[in-house]
């Protein structure tokens, strides 16, 4: 499910793919959620709305593209000069301004096709939208929603890594992009409320019946000969600076080749990928990309590999951000309920604020505990056991077991998915709390009956969510006093 395009990601939406890195590799491997485990960490079941601030970056605008900065200049004159209220949202106003640095964005995003849109139509869907969004703060203000500092730090560090660019570098592009620091963390702040009170909302609403989970299978296993298959790739990347001159162009091809070459023969890609590919991330994944449906990755890659056999290796091949070698890790049908996933084994201790310690004392108590775990010093079982409060995992020294993809919240997961096994996070926030995790292991492995009717259940949860959702933004939407106010008399 896809929310309507949010406050944050109307605001962000010029940065995602910013670069041509980020194109070359959007999408990344998108947890879905939805399991019904109440662990801490674990999501607890409404799979759509639990969408945290990682499946934001993974979707919609992370295909866009970064405009050029917009001067002043460049605004229609009327637009500057006309500031007045256009909406009133339980006696909190909405300017002009507002909106139409909002209609601004989503043009400068779209691209073409929204310019043939009459610009009116456009102006009263988005006042539309941003009264909706309004009003849905105010109710998680009036329940006492809250978003810390530290989930917003975490949520621009996740923007900065889903796009491949350090955090300066990101500051510098939202800059670039006519939006201001302070506005960019409060867009972050407001879609984590907007995610948080969603979450609490919608929870139980829906419900899926044994009936429904069986016609599913059936439907998911007769459409399974003719799906396409979902690939996992892994890649070296080699950039080139924008610019670049013959010299550096040809210096990183002649790299790039000299990679694929040592591939071919039989190197480890993922110390190659770890020791020499410029993606940021690639030191964390040994490269991978993960496992998604072909149409999310680059229509390049999805070219380039389509007739190699897993284990192949492919390239270099160019592209805007430089030179990819690519490796087939796996493809699978994704039709089939009997294909074979990626689990994970993990285990994690949950600390939560209170009267006692702050959010901030907390990260420096886990940060000692990752240190002395390094060190040797310290147990991690033994830590989790004195101090997690997750109680069912605590007992068993924080366990999770093995988990398929989607079990835990976005938050969890993304920090999961960036370690490999021995490794151990740095603090992690999520609804729950703050979590230390540490990865044991990994293996493919295909579900049990349990396991795969409970992802069908969460598959057909997902699909049930989004009418859920809309009924109940359209009930807020109701409940709120809304008047609208006519342009000032020329």
């Not at 993304?414 to 703050?434: K, N």
Request: proline share 6%; charged share 25%.
């Amino acid at each position: 499910m896809k929310f309507q395009l949010s406050v944050f990601a109307l605001s962000c939406a010029v940065l995602l793919a910013a670069t041509p890195a980020a194109q070359a590799q959007q999408g990344g491997a998108a947890a879905r959620q939805g399991a019904s485990a109440t662990q801490g960490g674990r999501s607890s079941g409404a799979s759509a709305p639990r969408r945290g601030i990682t499946d934001i970056m993974r979707e919609g605008p992370a295909a866009s593209t970064l405009p050029p900065p917009v001067s002043a200049a460049a605004q229609p004159q009327g637009q500057r000069a006309a500031e007045y209220i256009v909406a009133l949202v339980n006696s909190e106003p909405i300017t002009n301004t507002q909106v139409q640095k909002r209609v601004e964005r989503i043009l400068r995003e779209a691209g073409p096709e929204a310019q043939r849109i009459p610009r009116e139509q456009i102006n009263r869907q988005v006042l539309d939208q941003i009264i909706s969004e309004r009003a849905q703060l105010q109710l998680a203000k009036e329940q006492g929603v809250r978003v810390d500092a530290m989930a917003i730090d975490q949520a621009e560090e996740v923007v900065a890594r889903q796009n491949q660019v350090s955090l300066s570098e990101l500051r510098r592009r939202v800059t670039e992009a006519g939006i201001s620091r302070d506005e960019f963390r409060n867009n972050l702040r407001d879609q984590l409320l907007l995610t948080r009170l969603r979450e609490r909302e919608l929870e139980g609403r829906v419900k899926v019946s044994d009936d429904e989970i069986d016609q599913f299978l059936r439907e998911q296993r007769a459409a399974a000969s003719s799906a396409a298959p979902d690939i996992n790739l892994a890649q070296v990347l080699i950039t080139v600076p924008e610019k670049a001159t013959a010299a550096q162009l040809a210096d990183a091809q002649k790299r790039a080749e000299d990679i694929a070459r040592r591939a071919r023969a039989g190197e480890d890609f993922s110390q190659l990928a770890t020791q020499l590919s410029d993606a940021p991330d690639a030191k964390g994944t040994g490269g991978v990309l993960g496992l998604r449906a072909a149409d999310r990755y680059p229509p390049l890659f999805v070219e380039a590999t389509q007739s190699t056999p897993v284990g192949g290796i492919v390239g270099p091949v160019r592209s805007g951000a430089g030179f990819h070698v690519l490796k087939v890790i796996a493809k699978q049908n994704a039709a089939s309920p009997d294909a074979t996933v990626t689990q994970t084994q993990v285990r994690h201790i949950l600390m939560r604020p209170d009267a006692r310690r702050t959010p901030e004392q907390i990260v420096a108590l886990m940060a000692d505990f990752k240190r002395r775990i390094q060190a040797g010093t310290a147990d991690f079982a033994a830590l989790a056991r004195e101090n997690s409060q997750d109680t069912v995992s605590a007992r068993e020294g924080g366990e999770l077991g093995w988990s398929t993809p989607g079990l835990f919240v976005p938050e969890f997961e993304e920090a999961m998915s960036r370690l490999q096994p021995g490794q151990i996070s740095d603090p992690v926030v999520t609804r729950f709390g703050i979590h230390l995790i540490q990865v044991e292991g990994r293996r493919e492995a295909q579900l049990n009956p349990a396991e795969l009717r409970e992802a069908a259940r969460n598959m057909l949860r997902d699909r049930k969510m989004e009418d859920a959702y809309e009924a109940w933004a359209q009930e807020v939407r109701q409940r709120a006093y809304v008047e609208m106010r006519e342009p000032p008399a020329s």
